[in-house]
């Protein structure tokens, strides 16, 4: 006689047992509800764009990255084909263009591509922008150190292949004139005098050529600077130009900074130089001013168009100013006075007109900028953004 028992949902039958069938569905069932809630929550907050296509390639789903990565919601795109580009049966590396960007302008991604089964395929899109803009920047950088090689070769023979011939030209042509002033008529004068001068001004554009290539290549490490003996610095290298026009030069406290000295000398004397040399008909006055950049905008506005671009991004910093009564620039040359031998008032001033662009090099070197406001006969005022940490080259 064969005994029946029920206990804990088995049925048991001589010395055997088994799972009571409706009992394992239920177990079953509550694994796969307990699997399914950790898919779907690891597919919505995926820092990936992650989209479900039936085996057409028909969009069924699509999670919030993905969404974020078209600019659109998934209800959209559903049944719509993904179009994804195969070779060989293989994704490759595609350009994804984001929806409501400006035209042209888009966001590398990497897709990769498994059929969850036959009737369902998962696309994950990895965003590698940030990546690419590393790997931009490394090659950028490469090609900047190529760059200022050839400035370092360019500058031995600049200051070697080039200037002994031309130092025997000038040397030649001065003796000349000594020689020959008054033994010639006013034309072969006149002649031997463009060729003197000639040979001066090619020798002063290629020591300041020098002096323009060298900012990078012979630049010191940035220490701890104080501005005010750097302006000291400055006027007393300048002290026979201030005298001869009687300038009057005065100043507001100046800040401790991180910087190359002699550098920092350097700006400053070529625009305080320039605002002297550029003097109008009264005596110069100038002025050299500091802010910090939340003081600056607190008074004047935010400096979005000057500074506050991806090519400088200086969000703690320091604005100085050097401001003149000169005879001043007019606006659509504020841009071309920092080009390399830049003259706007032609030979009625000396110079070779690569003072501000050496100033512009200097500044660049901290991750600043450089600009100018100014008009016609109501003088200039030059101003230059530095970080407070010193910029690229600590």
């Known amino acids: ?54 085996a057409k390639g ?9 969404e974020g990565v078209f600019n659109r919601k998934m209800e959209s795109f559903i049944g719509k084909d993904f179009g994804l580009p195969l070779v060989d049966g293989e994704l490759t590396e595609i350009d994804i263009f984001r929806p409501g960007k400006d035209p042209g302008v888009g966001d590398m991604h990497v897709v990769e591509t498994e059929w969850l089964n ?7 899109i990895h965003d590698i922008t940030e990546r690419k803009a590393e790997e931009a920047l490394k090659e950028a950088m490469a090609d900047l150190e190529r ?21 025997m030209v000038a ?9 020959y002033q008054d033994k010639l008529d006013a034309d072969a004068n006149e002649f031997i005098g463009y060729a003197v001068d000639g040979a001066n001004r090619m020798q002063e554009m290629i020591n300041d050529l020098l002096s323009y290539s060298r900012i990078e290549t012979r630049g010191k490490p940035f220490e701890t600077v104080d501005c005010t003996a750097i302006l000291s610095q400055a006027l007393t290298n300048l002290e026979m130009a201030i005298e001869e026009s009687s300038a009057v030069i005065t100043h507001d406290p100046l800040p401790t900074v991180m910087g190359d000295e002699l550098q920092l000398i350097q700006l400053f004397q070529n625009l ?33 168009s000057e500074i506050r671009n991806p090519k400088s991004k200086i969000e703690e910093g320091w604005i100085f100013s050097v401001r003149d009564n000169g005879i001043g620039i007019d606006p659509q040359h504020k841009e071309r006075v920092f080009n390399v031998f830049q003259r706007l008032h032609g030979r009625d001033y000396s110079g070779t007109g690569i003072g501000l662009s050496i100033c512009k090099r200097v500044v660049e070197r901290y991750g600043g900028k450089i600009w100018v406001e100014s008009e016609p006969e109501k003088g200039s005022t030059f101003y230059f953004a530095i970080p407070k940490r010193g910029g690229k080259k600590i």
């Open 1 to 54: 006689m064969k005994k029946l028992a029920n206990k804990a949902g088995q049925h048991k039958i001589g010395h055997k047992a088994m799972v009571w069938p409706p009992i394992a569905k239920a177990i079953d069932l509550q694994a796969l509800k307990e699997s399914e809630a950790r898919f779907r929550s690891i597919v919505l907050w995926s820092p990936d764009a992650i989209i479900v296509t039936d």
């Open 58 to 66: 028909k969009i069924e789903y699509m999670n919030p990255a993905a």
């Open 118 to 124: 036959k009737k369902a395929r998962i696309i994950t």
């Open 147 to 167: 760059s200022n090689k050839d400035l370092e070769q360019f500058a031995y023979v600049a200051s070697h292949d080039l200037q002994e011939p031309l130092r």
């Open 171 to 179: 040397s030649y042509v001065q003796l000349l004139a000594e020689r």
């Open 272 to 304: 305080i130089g320039n605002a002297v040399k550029f003097r109008g008909k009264e005596t110069p006055h100038i002025h050299i001013s500091c802010k910090s950049i939340e003081e600056w905008e607190v008074q004047n506005g935010e400096l979005k």
